[in-house]
């Protein structure tokens, strides 16, 4: 009896360890995403918004919308200016 509560107190005292660290983790990375665009900021008719934690993942969003929902195979200079101007940062 007195081995399973010492296991038990080890492993209460594990998951708190483990708690903290999680909370710890939580504050010091953000699970908020921190890039964030949204179409209708280029001038474009379009209700598209996309978040992500980095700026190469957004990008990779915008690539692909464009692609997919405005025929852009490419996404030219002038239009990547606006995309990069148009995009917030939390
Ligand atoms: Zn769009």
Do not use: V
Not at 1 to 14: A, G, P, R, S, V
Not at 35 to 61: V, W
């Amino acid at each position: 009896m007195l081995k399973f509560l010492n296991c038990f107190w080890l492993w209460f005292h594990f998951l708190n360890l483990r708690l903290g660290i999680g909370i710890g983790g939580r504050m010091a990375r953000p699970k908020k995403a921190a890039y964030s665009f949204a179409c209708k900021d280029i001038g474009m008719d379009c209700g598209f918004t996309a978040t992500a934690n980095t700026e190469e993942e957004l990008m990779a969003k915008i690539r692909e919308h464009a692609r997919t929902a405005h025929n852009m195979q490419n996404i030219d200079d002038a239009t990547m200016a606006k995309i990069k101007a148009a995009i917030k940062k939390a």
